[in-house]
């Protein structure tokens, strides 16, 4: 089955520099791939997402690429504030759309150094 | 937005009792899940559910049963409660119709065994 393995478990930057958390996959099959910020004591909530047929994706301040071959996916945050300060996971898809279900990986808490 | 609402924030239960963990949405999504948090192991899938009366395996079912007699509520029970199910329980649910491919998730029940 699918497998996502989710680097590094813990990340610290300055505010005001980027953060990068990494995530590969093993089935090619995955078409759906989430991100989710939980930040302490509340529920992961969707950040940003990408399918498959697309390489990378922009929000604001946050952005995912997608690398099909190699299948790693990863999450960039620039102009890093305290607030972005969470735990971090991403997600990849299993199943076709009616029966999908999310294999996440195992989470990165990211903190933010004034 | 969608809510997803599960009944308790916090539970203690002593081992070998039976626990029901219950989780209601209000946005008619045909998709339910229940995922257990742990630290460093992320997210795990324990049950879900692509409809009324449907329930699927997941990565750790041993140990969980799940009922779904309705549409909005889907129900995680511990046959026999034991100290290695203290954890996160987080419910999710999502329509596989809508644009947003996402989950929602409640804002779990941190259950433990003593």
């Known amino acids: 089955g699918e497998n996502v393995e989710q680097h590094p478990s813990t990340l610290s930057v300055q505010e005001g520099d980027s953060a990068v958390i990494k995530c590969t996959y093993s089935?090619?099959?995955?078409?759906?791939f989430p991100w989710y910020k939980q930040e302490l004591g509340k529920r992961p909530q969707l950040i940003i997402d990408?399918?498959?047929?697309?390489g990378e994706k922009k929000d604001q301040r946050i952005a995912v690429t997608l690398n099909k071959t190699a299948k790693h996916f990863s999450l960039h945050i620039t102009e890093t504030q305290p607030e972005d300060s969470a735990v971090y996971f991403c997600?990849?898809?299993?199943?076709?759309?009616?029966?999908?279900?999310?294999?996440f990986g195992q989470g990165t808490r990211l903190t933010i150094n004034p | 937005d969608v809510k997803v609402t599960q009944s308790s924030r916090y539970l203690v239960k002593r081992t070998g009792e039976k626990v029901f963990l219950e989780c209601v949405q209000d946005m008619d999504h045909e998709n339910m899940f229940w995922y257990r948090q742990d630290p460093g192991l992320g997210l795990r899938l324990i049950y879900f559910s692509y409809d009324v009366k449907m329930k699927e395996k997941g990565d750790i079912p041993e140990g969980y049963s799940v009922s779904r007699e309705k549409k909005e509520r889907f129900s995680l029970i511990l046959e026999s409660a034991s100290t290695n199910q203290t954890s996160m329980y987080l419910c999710a649910s999502r329509s596989p119709g809508g644009h947003n491919y996402g989950y929602t998730f409640g804002s779990g029940t941190r259950l433990t065994v003593v």
């Open positions: 089935d090619s099959a995955s078409n759906y």
């Open positions: 997600a990849a898809s299993i199943g076709g759309q009616g029966a999908q279900k999310l294999v």
């Open positions: 990408i399918r498959s047929n697309v």
